[in-house]
């Protein structure tokens, strides 16, 4: 092993293609997340502040999956009605739980903030580890930073939706929701900054709002809007897509996919939690199983209370779900009252996404995975958080945001990019792990593991996650236009070629996996 002198980490864990060593997690008197962080030879730079309840809330709020249902449903809507969101959304749940399962295994074996580019280095093939990982790396910063986008997409435009409801005068222009979604970033981003000690704290505070706020918007709409006959909810048939049937219900998927998508936020919050190697699993788990529910019960409810469908679908708000609440309370005060409580919410989950996106960006610049990985790695010395990375998530997520003034799809394009990224990542590590189990090579399992039976839920998720990714690309309809394609493709596209001429310029001399730090690589070295 040589040292790159450039740096204070050094020795990449990817090059022999596993921990640092079997016994370095042998010390007396270390915590289970000291032990973690020795075998994996990173020192501990971030404070852990999490907990398990707080990180539940962290996980369960960005899904945000009972809230996502009224601004996504709209794809799946006029893909199918009910059967695509009902039928859908129970195979994109078991889906997501074979995904979860294994996403779940490999942070308790590696439970660090670069979480699946970290697992790919240690997974696979010696001669693949170096590129497998940069490229794990490079989607997965693609993924949750459109993620982090989608979030205060949502607020702002949202916001907007209102003033149309309250204001006939107002004049709609995209770039004013641009220019709200900003505004919403800001207020993310001083929560993750100058607020950061009181963000566990608010997590748990927000979670029991999460629950709250269900009530409160499903209380009002099953007592008093106009009620669908049960046939329309569960069996009409409804594609005005465009798209054949059997095509239409797979792009439908989107809807429902998206709806889980964020649980591995967790992962990449790894080295700030407690016992982070059965708490992240059990708040992934926990966090599908809590926003099933919640999220099946709510697209039930939408389906039974949308009234006149073509009224809610022609909305100026932009948004059929203000249309629903209107027609439900008869009144601008209350769908206001409704619709806040919906922003509110979302407003919330972008501080976890802008938190997850930036420890995973950070974890793969402290790697040199990126451009100027030596500023963007840099922690804050006053607040122990990765502040650079911070403001990078911050300025791409405002470059995303100007989608928006061009297409009137940005936000399913951006909620595609998300998909597409995190997917990508996960196809990578789940094969990976799919080939481990195949040949019988070794499995350094951590606490959380399933066993004889890993093999076949590792297969199934790989089949799952694969389809909605290749779906996740389509417009929601057709004909398709400059102005109503889903762009999703060529940003990925692009983002990928770039990244591919990075790796070939500069990236794969620079580059050379997950790097143990110096402390740790001298210990291996005279071991």
Not at 266 to 287: D, G, L, Q, W, Y
Not at 418 to 423: I, M
Request: glycine share 10%; proline share 4%; charged share 10%.
């Amino acid at each position: 092993m040589a040292f790159d002198h450039k740096g204070d980490t050094e020795v990449s864990q990817g090059a022999h293609n596993g921990l640092v060593d079997d016994n370095f997690d042998d010390s007396p008197g270390l915590s289970n997340d000291e032990k973690d962080m020795r075998r994996m030879g990173k020192i501990q730079q971030t404070k852990r502040n999490f907990g398990l309840l707080p990180l539940l809330g962290f996980t369960t709020i960005m899904l945000n999956s009972w809230e996502s249902v009224f601004p996504f449903f709209l794809t799946g809507f006029i893909n199918g009605g009910g059967p695509t969101l009902i039928y859908g959304y129970i195979f994109c749940f078991f889906g997501s739980i074979a995904m979860c399962a294994s996403i779940s295994e490999m942070a308790s074996m590696y439970p660090t903030s670069g979480g699946q580019y970290h697992w790919a280095a240690l997974l696979a093939p010696a001669k693949w580890s170096k590129f497998l990982s940069w490229l794990t790396g490079w989607v997965s910063v693609l993924g949750w930073q459109a993620g982090c986008a989608s979030g205060t997409f949502l607020g702002g435009t949202i916001i907007q939706g209102l003033l149309v409801l309250n204001d006939p005068t107002y004049n709609y222009q995209r770039w004013h929701g641009t220019l709200l979604l900003y505004a919403v970033l800001l207020v993310s981003v001083f929560v993750n900054t100058v607020a950061i000690r009181i963000l566990p704290a608010l997590e748990g505070i927000i979670l029991i709002l999460h629950v709250l706020g269900f009530f409160a918007i499903l209380i009002p709409l099953v007592h008093l809007a106009p009620i669908s006959p049960a046939e329309f909810v569960f069996e009409t048939w409804s594609n005005v897509s465009g798209y054949s049937d059997g095509l239409s219900w797979l792009v439908g998927l989107l809807t429902s996919s998206v709806l889980f998508i964020g649980f591995d936020g967790a992962c990449h919050m790894a080295e700030e939690v407690k016992n982070a190697s059965i708490n992240v699993p059990r708040a992934m788990f926990f966090t599908i199983f809590l926003n099933g529910a919640l999220g099946f019960s709510m697209i039930i409810v939408i389906l039974f209370t949308i009234g006149n469908v073509d009224d809610a679908l022609a909305t100026p708000t932009g948004y059929p779900f203000i249309e629903i609440f209107m027609n439900a309370t008869q009144s601008k005060a209350g769908a206001t009252a409704m619709t806040s409580i919906l922003i509110a919410l979302i407003v919330f989950a972008t501080f976890g996404f802008l938190a997850s996106a930036s420890r995973q960006l950070w974890a793969f610049a402290r790697d040199q995975g990126l451009p100027f990985s030596n500023i963007i790695a840099r922690v804050d010395p006053r607040w122990s958080i990765p502040l650079y990375s911070i403001a990078l998530t911050a300025l791409i997520n405002s470059l995303l945001a100007l989608i928006n003034i061009g297409s009137t799809v940005a936000f399913n394009a951006i909620v595609s990019l998300v998909a597409v990224g995190l997917f990508s990542s996960y196809v990578i590590t789940i094969s990976l792990m799919v080939r481990k189990r195949l040949t019988g090579e070794h499995i350094p399992f951590g606490p959380w593991n399933m066993g004889k039976y890993g093999l076949y839920v590792n297969i199934y998720a790989l089949a799952y996650t694969t389809i909605v990714m290749v779906f996740s690309f389509f417009p929601p309809a057709t004909p398709v236009t400059a102005v109503s394609m889903n762009w999703s493709c060529a940003v990925y596209g692009g983002v990928v070629i770039l990244g591919l001429v990075f790796w070939a310029v500069k990236g794969r001399h620079q580059w050379k996996g997950p790097l143990m730090d110096r402390r740790f690589a001298e210990q291996a070295e005279t071991s």
